[in-house]
């Protein structure tokens, strides 16, 4: 059973920045992606950026050039880099390997106007 856990949410202004981390047990960069999803009230989960094995990575057109999705393989973590963030990033992120349906449990990012 692989976990997931994520940190670095929280409040910042438009404009800003935050770093979400997610940290894995066991090698999770073994599987053959894994990615940031994000859910706001009222709407759908949606895939925020992906990477996979070969380090590849692929990121939904609404934040490129803002979200750098990135990797520590000895650490065992996942990161989302956020830049410029826009009160429609409000959500709660998730990071997930969703192959095998591995979920952590969220950490909310509000952006204020």
């Known amino acids: 059973q692989v976990q997931l856990v994520e940190s670095g949410g929280g409040l910042v202004q438009a404009g800003g920045s935050l770093r979400l981390s997610c940290a894995g047990s066991?090698?999770?960069?073994?599987?053959?992606?894994m990615g940031w999803y994000r859910q706001a009230p009222g709407k759908e989960r949606e895939s925020v950026a992906t990477?996979?094995?070969?380090?590849?990575?692929r990121v939904v057109d609404s934040v490129k050039g803002r979200f750098t999705i990135s990797r520590d393989n000895a650490k065992n973590t996942l990161y989302l880099q956020m830049n410029k963030l826009k009160p429609e990033d409000t959500a709660m992120y998730y990071c997930?390997?969703?192959?095998?349906?591995?979920w952590g449990q969220g950490t909310q990012v509000t952006v204020s106007a």
């Open positions: 990477i996979y094995r070969d380090g590849f990575v």
């Open positions: 997930a390997i969703p192959e095998y349906n591995y």
């Open positions: 066991g090698s999770i960069f073994s599987f053959d992606f």
